[in-house]
């Protein structure tokens, strides 16, 4: 190849084309180039892309030469070439490429032709010193690519065009294609819970955890780094994540809204009520029925009544709503119950195992309307025992809803007036003290409601008041009932049982201090409740049969017995196999098991939250148990908060030692807490 001084050509700087002047040899192979900036570069003759010969050019002649070419650069042009080269299956150097589009082969346009050819990604590919035509099916696809392309390109820029506007707090309205960008990132924040998990700092997540490609991208536009931490806060900044977001929630499969369609069935069953397949319910509607509930229920789906007989004997009604009236085995409703599982309650509200239109309205027991119900009347013996039961379809209508320090307060004062709470009260202490003579295993330990509403913390500990003791009686029995009918009539029913534990020996027991520590050692003996189609002994109940029947609207296990149950009192089949109730079952049980979880791991963030909050404060503690002791490491309880956390001493400490201790350092995304222990002096003086 002859190099010539004053030859113009072609050469990328980093990409960018440029045109030069060959100048003068810089040693054997090398030529310095001068650009029309007046910038000197050494190149190698393989670094010409182009060469434009037959005249001597001077670095300040380029920009002349440019002017001339710039009014040809059409890319639109090249098409009409292609379809003639194409069709003649003919290929083309830049000088007959010139000819064909401009009838000119003057240095100027034939360069014209090669930038267009060298710029060119759609109709024709390099071949030597030739461009060939692609074929029409190569065109086509190159077109969708770079129509694709450049889709994603704009899409990318009105992304970040509102994320500075979000970003600025201002209300944006996310297009259908942001969101891609968007649940990756997710997606990427959510991994915050594996790493609390597996114990990982932040650091070794995105080790263990590279991010995808859209989030990297994404991210390092907004001048961010990639990371889980990171991909929360920007969610958090733009304002489509709380602060407090449940990533355990997120994480999960668990639904949460209902569905359009979900909705409207809901809707029309209110409107238009299915055919009651009980037609010929039992008329309770004499009998006074109390609802006895928290303040804040909605799903209102049990209530209570006692009646004196002609014969003197006393008589107990367990009233249980009766959901399956709007319902139909497989239906949409039932199926989206089934899919949910139950009712998910958190510290920041519930999601309903039905629609709230349904499960708040026609589903549940409202005082002083007549209301569909499944009813169980009981006669116990003089110790508790169940004597005689029937269970009936029936119409009732509640006559008072209670709270339950609304019957605390009758039951401490006496009430005259509505002597059927004494009475349902002294037959719930009767049940109790029966239930113990038949091994029933009495665990006490405090139970928490932790409650968020509009970013205040209210933790109440529940009691276990007279008023709850009778409620929880009285379900039970209502479940011993069910199972005994399940029994005697060879019913499937998703059956409770609980094998009989292992506890330590009495004389091991007593060496531990009574109450919550003795308590606490008793629970980690309990093994865990078995569910079957048969009925077999539920041993911390002390029962030889049980299946839960007490709460349909909130629990689809309880929603299977009414089922079961109400076919077979009218005399018809039940509407679920032995078999396939046992599929249902599996997988409600396996949803449910995860909402528990989450349900745990919700409470036990806010309750860490809570005390972050009150960092400060001093609380009083009792050391519950070892969970190693030869680290120190125990479980204690906050009395006034019940909840029960980790804490390592620094001292040698007793279980059930009183202690006073305060927050050392908390983050409730990290799941991570630290207590210390402070003295009385201290405490006074925090106060």
């Known amino acids: 190849m002859t190099i010539d001084k004053g030859m113009l050509v072609e050469f990328r700087v980093q990409g960018d084309r440029r045109l030069g002047v060959v100048d003068r040899p810089d040693g054997k192979t090398r030529w310095f180039v001068i650009d029309d900036r007046g910038q000197s570069h050494s190149l190698a003759p393989r670094q010409f892309t182009y060469e434009i010969r037959g005249q001597s050019y001077k670095p300040s002649d380029i920009a002349n030469f440019l002017a001339e070419v710039q009014p040809y650069l059409d890319p639109s042009s090249l098409e009409v070439a292609w379809e003639l080269l194409i069709e003649a299956g003919e290929s083309a150097t830049p000088a007959q490429m010139a000819n064909l589009l401009f009838s000119d082969q003057s240095q100027a346009l034939c360069y014209a032709a090669h930038y267009l050819l060298s710029e060119d990604k759609i109709y024709f590919k390099q071949k030597g010193d030739a461009y060939e035509p692609r074929s029409a099916s190569q065109v086509a696809e190159r077109k969708h690519q770079l129509e694709v392309e450049a889709t994603r390109a704009r899409e990318q820029q009105e992304f970040l065009l509102r994320t500075e506007r979000a970003l600025k707090g201002e209300a944006v309205e996310w297009q259908r294609y942001d969101r891609q960008r968007l649940d990756a990132i997710a997606k990427y924040a959510i991994l915050l819970v594996e790493g609390t998990r597996q114990g990982l700092n932040p650091d070794a997540l995105v080790r263990a955890y590279p991010p995808p490609a859209i989030v990297t991208e994404t991210m390092s536009t907004l001048g961010r780094n990639a990371t889980p931490v990171t991909a929360f806060q920007l969610l958090v900044d733009l304002g489509l994540w709380s602060p407090h977001e449940n990533l355990h929630l997120r994480r999960s499969q668990i639904p949460v809204e209902f569905s359009t369609e979900v909705i409207s069935v809901a809707q029309q069953r209110l409107e238009f009520p299915p055919p009651d397949p009980d037609t010929q319910r039992l008329d309770l509607t004499h009998l006074k029925v109390y609802t006895i509930d928290d303040q804040s229920t909605s799903e209102i789906d049990d209530g209570v009544s006692w009646e004196v007989l002609a014969d003197g004997r006393e008589r107990l009604w367990i009233h249980i709503a009766d959901p399956t009236r709007w319902l139909i085995p497989e239906d949409e409703l039932d199926l989206e119950a089934r899919r949910r599982g139950t009712t998910m309650y958190l510290p920041t509200g519930m999601s309903s195992m039905f629609p709230v239109a349904l499960a708040t309205g026609p589903m549940s027991l409202i005082q002083g309307q007549v209301c569909c119900a499944l009813s169980f009347g009981v006669i116990l013996d003089a110790a508790g025992a169940v004597q005689e039961y029937t269970i009936h379809a029936s119409l009732i209508k509640p006559t008072y809803r209670l709270t339950y320090e609304d019957v605390d307060e009758m039951l401490d004062l006496g009430?005259?007036?509505?002597?059927?709470?004494?009475?349902?009260?002294?037959?719930?202490?009767?049940?109790?003290?029966?239930?113990?003579?038949?091994?029933?295993?009495?665990?006490?330990?405090?139970?928490?409601?932790?409650?968020?509403?509009?970013?205040?913390?209210?933790?109440?500990?529940?009691?276990?008041?007279?008023?709850?003791?009778?409620?929880?009686?009285?379900?039970?029995?209502?479940?011993?009932?069910?199972?005994?009918?399940?029994?005697?009539?060879?019913?499937?029913?998703?059956?409770?049982?609980?094998?009989?534990?292992?506890?330590?020996?009495?004389?091991?027991?007593?060496?531990?201090?009574?109450?919550?520590?003795?308590?606490?050692?008793?629970?980690?003996?309990?093994?865990?409740?078995?569910?079957?189609?048969?009925?077999?002994?539920?041993?911390?109940?002390?029962?030889?049969?049980?299946?839960q029947a007490t709460s349909p609207i909130r629990r689809y296990s309880d929603l299977l017995t009414h089922f079961q149950l109400k076919a077979h009192l009218r005399g018809e089949t039940p509407p679920f196999s032995a078999e396939a109730l046992r599929e249902v079952m599996q997988s409600v049980f396996a949803m449910t098991q995860e909402m528990s979880l989450v349900e745990r791991q919700t409470n036990r963030y806010w309750g860490l939250e809570y005390l972050r909050r009150h960092a400060q404060d001093v609380w009083q503690a009792i050391v519950l148990m070892w969970l190693r002791e030869d680290s120190r490491l125990a479980l204690i309880l906050i009395e006034d908060l019940g909840l029960q956390l980790p804490m390592t001493f620094k001292r040698g400490v007793s279980l059930g030692e009183q202690i006073l201790i305060k927050v050392a350092y908390v983050d409730p995304r990290q799941d991570t807490i630290q207590f210390q222990e402070v003295s009385y002096s201290e405490a006074v003086a925090a106060n």
Not at 449 to 454: F, G, P, S, T, Y
Not at 477 to 504: I, T, W
Not at 512 to 529: E, T
Request: aromatic residues 4%; negative net charge.
């Open 415 to 547: 009430v005259q007036a509505e002597p059927e709470i004494a009475a349902i009260a002294n037959w719930a202490r009767c049940r109790q003290a029966w239930r113990q003579s038949q091994g029933a295993i009495s665990i006490s330990l405090p139970e928490t409601a932790i409650k968020v509403k509009d970013d205040e913390i209210t933790i109440e500990v529940l009691n276990d008041s007279s008023s709850r003791q009778l409620v929880a009686e009285m379900m039970i029995l209502a479940g011993e009932v069910a199972g005994r009918y399940g029994q005697a009539h060879n019913l499937a029913l998703p059956f409770r049982g609980q094998p009989q534990p292992e506890l330590p020996p009495e004389e091991e027991l007593l060496q531990l201090p009574a109450g919550f520590v003795r308590a606490c050692a008793m629970r980690r003996c309990m093994p865990k409740s078995e569910m079957s189609i048969t009925p077999s002994r539920h041993a911390g109940l002390g029962l030889e049969m049980y299946t």
